[in-house]
């Protein structure tokens, strides 16, 4: 996770230089300085957190209640009353499937906070994307942008941001595109 204190250290520098200078600038100007320094942090934490340097191995497992078994535990995907039947622990990892939603198709994964390991977080995501291929859906999201959602939940999560909606972490269809307009938000509003 040192990439991403990293991060967030910098965009809070950039923020706090923002917000420091009262009088001394022109509002435009440090709006737009401010504006230019999260854009190049967060794409600069972004492009190190999409780069695949890892090996997403993982077994499907069939005529068993869990889905996969992978390096960070293993994944149970369904309902919400099957995964209440599951004993939580540290190598399970608890996908709820509301991919049937009509409105905003979804899975969700509970204490997603928990896996910091860039790898691991990357394994369950591909493990998400064969459960989608295996019984096709609505829920369309590409990679790229669960693994920003993920990453910036637990960034946010990591420093206190939000803490009560950032534990886990929802990756529905409505966020595909949304969730760089929702992190300037929640930065802006520190």
């Known amino acids: 996770m040192k990439e991403g204190k990293a991060l967030f250290l910098f965009v809070l520098l950039c923020y706090t230089f923002y917000i420091g200078f009262g009088d001394d600038m022109n509002n435009q100007f440090k709006r737009k300085l401010a504006t230019i320094g999260v854009f190049i942090a967060l794409t600069a934490g972004y492009l190190g957190i999409t780069e695949p340097h890892y090996d997403a191995s993982y077994e499907i497992l069939e005529d068993d209640p869990a889905f996969a ?58 493990v998400l994307q064969c459960y989608e291929e295996l019984d096709p859906s609505e829920w369309d999201r590409s990679i790229e942008s669960m693994r920003l959602e993920w990453f910036m939940h637990n960034l946010f999560y990591d420093f206190r941001i939000e803490k009560n909606r950032t534990e886990d972490v929802d990756l529905d269809n409505n966020d595909e595109e949304k969730f760089q307009q929702k992190i300037l938000q929640i930065l802006f509003r520190l």
């Not at 540290?90 to 790898?119: A, G, Q, T």
Request: glycine share 6%; proline share 3%; hydrophobic share 25%.
């Open 69 to 126: 078994k992978c390096s960070c535990g293993t994944v149970y995907i369904g309902n919400k009353e099957f995964l209440q039947s599951i004993p939580d622990g540290e190598d399970v990892v608890l996908v709820e499937d509301l991919r049937n939603r009509r409105d905003d198709p979804n899975m969700k994964i509970y204490h997603s906070c928990r896996f910091s390991n860039r790898d691991d977080r990357n394994t369950i995501l591909e």
